[in-house]
């Protein structure tokens, strides 16, 4: 009776609240939140793209510097970017001066039209990585969130990042390339303030996506984050922390992945069969667990399987 | 001699300018993927452009011209065998009156859709070549572009582009209704 009731509550919440979202002024309401002196960011909903969402699912942010404002990701789509740029006038009236782009995904990268005028910085490999890719990206987003993407075209930054530290207005970055959630991660330190800005290598209570991922790099990689000293940790996806938990839940879930595909292929399962494997009690609480899971399975078998699988040709 | 010479000089310029002239009609090829992706404001050669409020005026007038959306769909060579009918992922909404005609905007049309395309507009103009065809899919749609633009090149005279599509049409508070595509011609 109790779940019954509960249902029909939740139900009624599901109906009212997408009649709220669906009628689109694509406002993605983006409210900066502060984490840290002059350090803010948008958290976005952990949820895979949909049109109630706009693609809305990121966290980026920003760090107001004497020489500027510092921008990290640019988000889903145009509307983004610009939307993001009117909430960053809410808090400062520093002109934007520059934009690190984290990794090629095209949640955090296809607002930068807004952002034209301004050095946009990434790493080599995620140049290259939009270059083939980011226009097939913008074209399938079409199709997951429509008239939200209106005007969107797949940018690419102009500008190539140096790993190391470089001062920016009293505040001094540290640019860590990185690789293992894609070929090309880069990870921003603020030492003057202790903020991690992690891209999509920290996934925060929301399972971890591998379209592009090499799981033991990507292990390798989170033990260079465990080692830095920061206070504040801006995850690409999930809530923000103040400790090092989210990095030890991401080993563990990673250590257990790798674990269970290599069981699986070695017990001859299918694909469609591991995708019915038991997922561990302490994940269940991750949100999309089941379907990023999933979406795991058809990233990641193959090369589990041939590795296992010898040609006898 | 002189004659000679100045006959040739006429040719040479005369060639020349020709060969200008042609440059400047040599038009911009269809448009390959993404079809999702901000296109040009300017309409294909020959095709003229329409917003969505000269749209709405257009439909509220006595000569109401011909709706065609053409939305992509997945197309399934084995639906030939049977009923004809394209793969749908989404429910589409469009322009009450429009004819959903899936694909003909691609940047090469197979056989079967090229001829799906030509028949289907023989159809709806009692072919009549002069009568006011629009063609529109959403905004940021290289396919409603590429599809216009093939209609002009087969001889239609009267081709509008609705760029911004039914986001456009959504914009001024259009209507939209549910549609499903015009099957493709099943196999004898």
């Known amino acids: 009776m109790k779940f019954i009731v509960k249902s029909v509550f939740f139900l009624a919440l599901v109906v009212f609240s997408t009649h709220i979202i669906s009628a689109p002024n694509f406002d993605y309401h983006?409210?900066?939140s502060k984490v840290a002196e002059n350090t803010y960011v948008f958290v976005g909903k952990v949820e895979d793209f949909s049109f109630e969402n706009g693609g809305n699912i990121v966290n980026t942010g920003f760090i107001v510097t004497s020489d500027g404002v510092?921008?990290?990701?640019?988000?889903?789509s145009l509307r983004y970017g610009q939307q993001m740029k009117e909430a960053i006038s809410t808090v400062t009236d520093k002109p934007i001066s520059r934009v690190f782009i984290t990794h090629h995904h095209p949640d955090h990268f296809l607002g930068n039209q807004a952002f034209k005028d301004v050095p946009i910085i990434a790493l080599g490999s995620t140049l290259k990585n939009i270059n083939n890719e980011g226009a097939g990206f913008a074209d399938n987003l079409y199709l997951m969130v429509g008239d939200w993407m209106r005007g969107t075209d797949a940018l690419a930054p102009n500008q190539i990042a140096t790993a190391g530290v470089v001062k920016i207005g009293g505040h001094e970055l540290e640019l860590l390339s990185l690789s293992g959630h894609t070929s090309g991660?880069?990870?921003?330190?603020?030492?003057?303030t202790g903020v991690l800005f992690?891209?999509?290598l920290i996934f925060h209570k929301r399972t971890l996506t591998t379209p592009h991922a090499d799981i033991s790099q990507w292990l390798t990689t989170l033990e260079v984050l465990k080692k830095l000293p920061f206070k504040v940790l801006v995850p690409g996806h999930g809530a923000v922390s103040n400790d090092k938990k989210p990095i030890d839940e991401m080993v563990d879930y990673l250590t257990w992945l790798d674990g269970?595909?290599?069981k699986a292929v070695n017990e001859g399962l299918s694909m469609t069969d591991a995708m019915q494997i038991e997922l561990p009690k302490r994940f269940h609480s991750n949100a999309l667990l089941k379907s990023e899971f999933s979406r795991s399975i058809t990233h990641l078998y193959s090369s589990y399987e041939s590795r296992v699988f010898?040609?006898?040709n | 001699m002189k004659p000679l010479f100045v006959l040739f000089i006429t040719l040479f310029l005369t060639a020349a300018c020709a060969s200008d002239d042609h440059r400047g009609v040599i038009e911009e090829p269809y448009r390959g993927l993404p079809y999702h992706a901000p296109t040009t404001l300017i309409p294909p050669v020959g095709v003229t452009k329409v917003s969505a409020t000269q749209l709405k005026k257009l439909l509220s007038s006595g000569n109401k011209p011909i709706l065609i959306d053409v939305y992509g769909a997945i197309f399934r060579e084995e639906s030939l065998d049977f009923d004809g009918a394209w793969l749908v992922s989404t429910p589409r909404k469009n322009i009450p009156g429009s004819v959903w005609l899936p694909n003909v905007g691609k940047q090469e049309l197979n056989t079967v859709v090229k001829e799906y395309f030509k028949n289907n507009l023989i159809e709806l103009t009692e072919d009549d070549k002069?009568?006011?065809l629009i063609i529109y899919c959403i905004e940021d749609c290289w396919m409603a572009w590429n599809a216009a633009k093939r209609a002009h090149e087969w001889g239609y005279t009267n081709v509008m582009w609705f760029r911004e599509g039914i986001d456009g049409w959504k914009d001024i508070n259009?209507?939209?209704?549910?549609s499903q595509p015009v099957n493709l011609p099943v196999n004898e």
């Open chain 1, 30 to 32: 983006l409210v900066p």
């Open chain 1, 70 to 76: 510092v921008v990290i990701d640019t988000g889903s």
């Open chain 1, 185 to 192: 991660d880069m990870a921003i330190l603020d030492h003057s």
């Open chain 1, 198 to 200: 992690s891209g999509d």
């Open chain 1, 260 to 262: 269970a595909l290599n």
């Open chain 1, 310 to 312: 010898k040609r006898l």
């Open chain 2, 130 to 132: 002069s009568k006011l």
């Open chain 2, 174 to 178: 259009g209507l939209l209704e549910d």
